[in-house]
């Protein structure tokens, strides 16, 4: 047990003498800062690519107004060594994932702690901290909810030991031609602001798919026909050329996208046979319904009237093509940010437009922001207490005893038990991780022939498997490389299907990633369709495979008169992370998870029973307490 | 075009950028009442500190620090907003100029007094505050601060960080609560109990008129409310409670339910949405509507029954009691708000018409209640606002109340709890009963000795004997004879902690301390009751009720 009084002793010492890595600078870096500074720690090295919003102001205290714009990482330590001159703080405004961060420099931590938003950078932290062998402190928050775990090579699971849950994606289709939620409206309007004013990306197709497999039929022709007529040749050239001979044109930017399309996907009359049709709008028309008033709300949070929409998109339109002509060669297109007052109103407006064609409940501006961005609720209260625990457990870690670290919970309100904190022994390693165990293994569902060795690199290698620089060699007896780490080295594949690789169903792919000292086997299993319309799926561990004659029925039917190529449709449209979040492992909180899966994750439980189900059963009882 | 509409409706202010991720737990309205809030600190312990960081952050109103100390070193070494520089100014003056800095919305004041001079000086002093929160108090002290506050109504928050543990109580002699936020709350849909304009829209739609697209697209709460029509036809009035019976309902739904126009195209009957939506709806739709038990136990409170003091929530509580047994025949106001469905816009617009204008109805009714109860007692017409009765009426289902009990009281040696098995409690080596009485013995030696257990190195070994002496002396007095620790060893770790503060429990202390603050404040949320543990050797918590 550590002495706590003035007299050193052997955690004083050892806390002099360790060398710690915080990596963030956001909510919760900012409280930790402030904890190891006045808990005796004076060598600290704290990196944070991001730099300072005024919505980081109500919590990340090291920040004030005049620094917004300003490195997290280099104002964080200006304002702690203002406190304590006599530590050692370096502050580098730079990516975690840097190639310069290698092995050797993660090993020259004590301790390496977390204080990230966002899932890639993790899981690479984490794959950095098992090559380094060094311990890792992992913590996140979400509102009022937060955890805290202890990670180290061999003696607990590592963060990619419980593969997470895929972040939340739509199929193309379902943006493009028949919406059913408000979310499926704000990806549309968000992927509209990019291909009117953004980098244009062509997964992100705002206009009617005509290769819907479930618009299958004679609709096709026929609506073509009244489409050329209609709008010219429109469909030929980009959207934002198009939208450029017309200067921006709000009422011709109208007439396309809530008129002319929703004419042309009304006449696709196969997908409507089930659902409601949407109802084309018109400019000189437009609805002035009683907006949805309710007593003392802020404006932001109204929800606006179909002219109300109009009137914002009316003078987002011309606030951002005045932007985007000022633009510079360099930067061409304008970012999407939810910060920005024009793009979050051209969103609203886009969105609620369309929620109004296709009969779906309108959101307010508020709520709008909060989906479009991916907005977690996030307060000082919660990154204090967090930070707190995070110090406890590199107190147990210094002294040496790994076995009181704790995975710890903080709920937002008291379990079976009464408590608001939830601790638990760690978990030994998850002997199929795909990540920390000796042969690491995985299956990847995906169409052979369909899937491109450059998508293979981006969406599965970098994407899901959150690896850096990746070598993958076919395990086909001649060595042959199809992707190298090396620039330039195989530019050629990129182009080119796995299936021209004579890569096929079973084949494997041995994966190293250098820079993680990581190597990974990939087994590809070959589906024409995947659920969902997914592009692929990564499987940890092959015994959750089903058979694949139930995968295959589940798939959408063939489309039988595509005019397009196929990969359209697969396309996936994935709502980023907001990037200055202090998230944690995944929305909807672990604790939840672990409410679920009782089985998988029986926990022997510090000085209390097991915290599994009865927890749930409590919450609807009297007994919230205390919420934190 | 149509007529003309806001200027932007998308303005918005610097406030709200800086405090939106706030914004979306507590609204603007949370926001509004931390921002009218003035709360006191006494002590600006590391604890103290960190308390009202995380209350100025989020833009509270106004601070005043209440401290007689200078910065020590030890001051220095375990607080943010102290540092070596300061050493030997006022600790009040000190502190509360760099918490200002945090953030420029709030005020902050200082008082360069102790406690004890104030309350003796200037005993209304405390009066004016909506919290205050306590640290580095004697018992003595927290004694007079606590009656104080206890007589004039103001809510107390008293932390402590004691070495490794850390411990917070609540005084709040009564706290109303409209908003608390439950996890699951259900909708407010009145089937079982339809008001007339409800019954009136159901009976205008016939699904036997309909062809299929007009039935696919009616919302799914008019199939429920039709085939729970069907059902009373057959199994009387009360709506289906077991499982059994809510399969026949929903075999209801499946086939009874159908359209009547069968046109050639409509081949794909079958897999309505809204037909899957009604089925799924089953379970939780049908609750029967009822005044749920804690809502009923504030209707029938005494406060709300004799309506003494002049408070704009027991009066609405009142009115809502009446509207009860008039108008509302039996049930609260209704909430309002529709759930998202399948539906065509028309008709999903007039359905929520339907139970927006019943909702406007009822809480016209309660405020009519309302004027009627201030008329009787003579009281001003301003003292309940109409927007306030709406917001009331809206959230009358998740009401809470909470008495809590006063400070000083416990301080006096009331027994502990009855149901608490304290031999075995101290058998326990993380009982939070354990460190509450640990935390009670230390406070007792210094009332006894003039300083902490182990303050002082040299005295460490008798200060052992003496707090085991206070320990068993402290049960006593609560009742508790016979009770004694088996081993020392809690006793030898708290005289080793020598009364330290270490940041990093001040710091989790600080966070748990100025959430339920907020709590407080704002009115939403339920705070703890009363008294919460926390011991970060393995980090474990725990709430107890004194």
């Known amino acids: ?628 | 075009m149509a007529s003309p509409s806001p200027k932007s409706p998308g303005q918005i202010s610097d406030k709200s950028k800086k405090y939106d991720r706030q914004l979306r737990l507590w609204g603007d309205h949370g926001q509004t009442a931390l921002e009218s809030a003035n709360v006191c600190l006494i002590n600006a312990t590391a604890t103290g500190t960190e308390i009202l960081k995380s209350l100025v952050l989020p833009g509270i109103g106004s601070f005043t620090i209440v401290d007689g100390a200078l910065v020590t070193g030890e001051d220095a070494g375990n607080n943010f907003f102290l540092d070596h520089s300061k050493i030997g100014k006022p600790r009040a003056h000190v502190a509360t100029q760099l918490l200002m800095e945090l953030n420029s919305d709030v005020k902050g004041d200082y008082i360069e007094e102790t406690c004890d001079q104030l309350l003796s000086n200037n005993p209304d002093f405390f009066c004016s505050f909506s919290v205050v929160i306590a640290t580095g108090l004697t018992e003595k002290s927290l004694h007079s601060l606590s009656s104080n506050l206890w007589q004039n109504n103001v809510p107390l928050v008293v932390s402590v960080s004691y070495g490794f543990i850390g411990s917070i109580r609540l005084q709040v002699s009564e706290l109303c609560i409209i908003e608390s936020h439950p996890d699951n709350l259900l909708e407010d849909l009145r089937l079982d109990k339809p008001f007339p304009g409800l019954k009136e829209f159901m009976d205008t739609i016939k699904l036997p008129e309909m062809n299929h697209k007009q039935f696919s697209h009616t919302p799914y709460l008019v199939l429920l409310y039709k085939a729970l029509e069907i059902w009373n036809d057959r199994h009387g009035p009360n709506p289906p409670s077991n499982y059994k019976e809510k399969e026949i309902l929903r075999n209801i739904i499946k086939s009874e339910l159908g359209y009547g126009i069968v046109e050639e195209e409509d081949s794909n009957s079958g897999d309505e949405e809204n037909v899957a939506e009604a089925i799924k709806a089953v379970n939780t739709a049908l609750t029967k509507t009822q005044v749920p038990s804690n809502v009923q136990k504030i209707l029938n409170d005494d406060q709300c029954i004799r309506l003494k003091e002049k408070n704009s929530f027991w009066i609405i509580a009142r009115a809502v009691k009446e509207f009860v047994e008039k108008e509302g025949n039996g049930v609260l106001p209704l909430r309002g708000s529709l759930p998202d469905m399948t539906s065509d816009s028309q008709r999903y617009i007039a359905l929520q018409n339907v139970y927006r204008e019943q909702a406007s109805k009822d809480a016209e009714h309660v405020w009519r209640h309302v004027q009627t109860i201030l008329k009787e007692r003579g009281w001003a017409g301003e003292s309940v606002i109409e927007n306030d009765v709406k917001l009331f009426c809206r959230h009358s289902s998740e009401l809470r109340m909470i008495r809590g009990s006063c400070l000083a009281e416990e301080l006096d040696g009331k027994q502990l709890p009855p149901d608490v098995d304290i031999n075995q409690q101290l058998e326990e080596p993380d009982s939070p009963w354990l460190h509450y009485l640990l935390l009670r013995a230390v406070n007792k030696f210094h009332t006894e000795n003039g300083s902490f257990p182990g303050y002082y190195d040299d005295n460490v070994e008798t200060d052992i004997a003496k707090l085991k002496g206070c320990f068993s002396r402290l049960l006593n007095d609560l009742g508790c004879q016979g009770g004694s620790l088996s081993k020392d060893d809690n006793l030898h770790e708290m005289c080793r902690y020598g009364a330290a503060e270490l940041h990093a429990v001040a710091a989790f202390i600080g966070g748990c301390a100025a959430q339920e603050v907020i709590k407080l404040i704002t009115k939403q949320y339920v705070p703890l009751d009363n008294t919460f543990i926390f011991n970060s050797v393995t980090s474990t918590t725990a709430t107890l009720r004194l």
């Open chain 1, 1 to 628: 047990m550590a002495d706590v009084n003035v007299a050193p002793s052997l955690l004083d010492d050892s806390i002099r003498k360790s060398k710690i890595l915080v990596v963030g600078a956001g909510g919760i870096g900012c409280e930790l800062l402030k904890n190891l500074v006045l808990s005796g720690f004076n060598d600290i090295l704290v990196i944070d690519l991001d730099t300072i919003d005024v919505s980081n102001l109500n919590r990340q205290f090291l920040f004030q107004k005049e620094h917004v714009g300003k490195s997290k990482a280099v104002i964080a330590r200006e304002s702690a060594l203002g406190f304590n001159p006599n530590v050692t703080i370096v502050a580098k405004h730079d990516s975690v994932m840097n190639s310069e961060y290698n092995v050797t420099f993660f090993k020259q931590f004590t301790v390496v702690m977390n204080a990230l938003d966002n899932r890639a950078a993790r899981s690479h932290v984490n794959r950095m901290c098992l090559a380094a062998n060094v311990p890792l402190i992992e913590s996140g928050t979400a509102g009022y909810l937060g955890q805290v775990t202890a990670i180290r090579k061999g003696l607990s699971e590592c963060y990619d030991c419980n593969p997470k849950a895929g972040q939340k994606s739509f199929p193309g289709c379902t943006i493009r031609n028949t919406p059913s939620e408000p979310i499926h409206c704000i990806v549309w309007a968000k992927h509209l602001f990019n291909q009117l004013f953004g980098e244009a990306d062509p997964d992100e197709d705002v206009s009617p798919d005509t290769a819907d497999p479930e618009a299958a039929g004679d609709a096709g022709s026929v609506a073509l026909q009244n489409q050329a007529s209609e709008a010219g040749n429109v469909t030929r050239v980009s959207t934002r050329a198009w939208a450029q001979q017309s200067e921006y044109d709000p009422s011709k930017l109208f007439g396309k996208f809530f008129c002319d399309d929703i004419k042309y996907l009304l006449s696709m009359d196969k997908l409507w046979t089930k659902r409601t049709p949407p109802t084309p709008l018109s400019w000189d028309n437009i609805p002035e319904e009683i907006s949805d008033q309710q007593g003392g709300l802020i404006k932001d949070q109204k929800v606006w009237s179909p002219a109300e929409c109009v009137q914002a998109m009316v003078s987002s339109i011309k606030i951002l093509y005045q932007r985007s002509k000022e633009l510079n060669g360099e930067e061409s297109f304008l970012v999407w940010d939810k910060d920005d007052e024009a793009s979050m109103d051209f969103v609203t407006a886009c969105s609620n437009l369309r929620s109004h064609v296709f009969s779906i409940p309108k959101k307010s501006r508020f709520d709008v922001k909060a989906m479009a961005g991916n907005i977690i609720p996030a307060i000082a209260t919660t990154n204090a207490v967090i930070a707190g625990l995070i110090v406890f457990e590199a107190f147990k870690i210094l002294e040496g005893k790994w076995e009181e670290c704790r995975h710890v919970y903080l709920n937002s309100k008291p379990n079976a038990l009464n408590k608001v904190i939830a601790p638990s022994s760690l978990d030994s390693a998850n002997p199929k991780c795909y990540v920390c165990s000796p042969h690491p293994e995985v299956t990847v569902l995906l169409n052979v022939s369909q899937m491109t060795v450059q998508s293979f690199e981006d969406k599965v290698l970098r994407g899901a498997l959150h690896m850096i620089s990746p070598d993958v060699m076919v395990d086909d007896g001649k060595g042959t490389v199809l992707i190298s780490s090396e620039e330039g080295e195989t530019t050629e594949n990129m182009s080119k299907s796995l299936s021209d690789f004579n890569i096929s169903d079973g084949t494997r792919l041995r994966c190293e990633d250098f820079h993680q000292e990581y190597d990974l086997n990939i087994t590809i299993i070959d589906r024409e369709h995947l659920e969902e319309n997914r592009e692929f799926t990564v499987i940890a561990d092959p015994s959750q495979l089903q058979p694949k004659a139930a995968v295959e029925s589940s798939g959408p039917q063939p489309s039988t008169s595509s005019s397009k190529p196929a990969p359209s449709t697969r396309a996936t449209e994935s709502v980023e992370i907001d990037e200055d979040l202090d998230v944690i492992f995944q929305k909807g909180t672990a604790n939840d998870d672990h409410q679920q899966e009782p089985s998988i994750r029986k926990r022997s439980i510090s000085g209390q029973a097991d915290i599994g189900s009865a927890s749930k059963k409590l919450r609807l009882s009297e007994n919230d307490i205390i919420e934190l």
